[in-house]
T-cell receptor, first 114, second 114 residues
Framework: GAGVSQTPSNKVTEKGKYVELRCDPI?????LYWYRQSLGQGPEFLIY????????DSGLPNDRFFAVRPEGSVSTLKIQRTERGDSAVYLC????????????FGQGTRLTVV | AQSVAQPEDQVNVAEGNPLTVKCTYS??????LFWYVQYPNRGLQFLLK??????LVKGSYGFEAEFNKSQTSFHLKKPSALVSDSALYFC????????????FGAGTILRVKS
């Protein structure tokens, strides 16, 4: 596609439920990033992939959060046993994977845990 | 680990006046610096980047930024502000010696009044 696509755009879930957020990066981009943005704050790094492997997952807050990118393209962020504090906008970005290239962001998924 | 500081939560400027949005960074190695803009309910849009070379870089919509290694700063500037420039601006840094991770500042709200 022309840009980074994230689905769903909005997700409301009950506390304790499991959710999956999907990111479809720009074709040919080897690097893929997940960020979390709370209201009035900057994007908080969660994880990034280089190809299929998670090159840096130091931002995942705890073991309820997990992300995969099995074929080096689409990625899924998975959150188990959701908590109200997980409510935020989850942003995905992709880039060509070299240090001098910028990341392009999707529109985000707004997750609300009630 | 890399970090970014945006010391001003909000910058107010009159239309037609020059604007500056401040950013300072901290890295162990060489910095790669980026500015992004975010409009309400939209994803982040790339504005410009500094990789190497000329300390003054030019980007989209008439924005430019000046890299100052001694002051570890990368301030965003525009000679003449427009009301349509009103948005949330984020500075980001990548320290390639420590991977492809892109770290963002907390953001600065720019308000341009007519």
């Amino acid at each position: 596609g022309a840009g980074v696509s994230q689905t769903p755009s909005n997700k409301v879930t009950e506390k304790g439920k499991y959710v999956e957020l999907r990111c479809d990066p720009i074709s040919g981009h080897t690097a893929l990033y997940w960020y979390r943005q709370s209201l009035g704050q900057g994007p908080e790094f969660l994880i990034y992939f280089q190809g299929t492997g998670a090159a840096d997952d130091s931002g995942l807050p705890n073991d309820r959060f997990f992300a995969v990118r099995p074929e080096g393209s689409v990625s899924t962020l998975k959150i188990q046993r959701t908590e109200r504090g997980d409510s935020a906008v989850y942003l995905c970005a992709s880039s060509l994977g070299t240090p001098n290239t910028e990341a392009f962001f999707g529109q985000g998924t707004r997750l609300t845990v009630v | 680990a890399q970090s970014v500081a945006q010391p001003e939560d909000q910058v107010n400027v009159a239309e037609g006046n020059p604007l500056t949005v401040k950013c300072t960074y901290s890295v162990s190695g060489n910095p790669y610096l980026f500015w992004y803009v975010q409009y309400p309910n939209r994803g982040l849009q790339f504005l410009l980047k500094y990789i190497t070379g000329d300390n003054l870089v030019k980007g989209s919509y008439g924005f430019e930024a000046e890299f100052n290694k001694s002051q570890t700063s990368f301030h965003l500037k525009k000679p003449s502000a427009l009301v349509s420039d009103s948005a949330l601006y984020f500075c980001a840094v990548r320290d390639w010696e420590y991977g492809n991770k892109l770290v963002f500042g907390a953001g600065t709200i720019l308000r341009v009044k007519s």
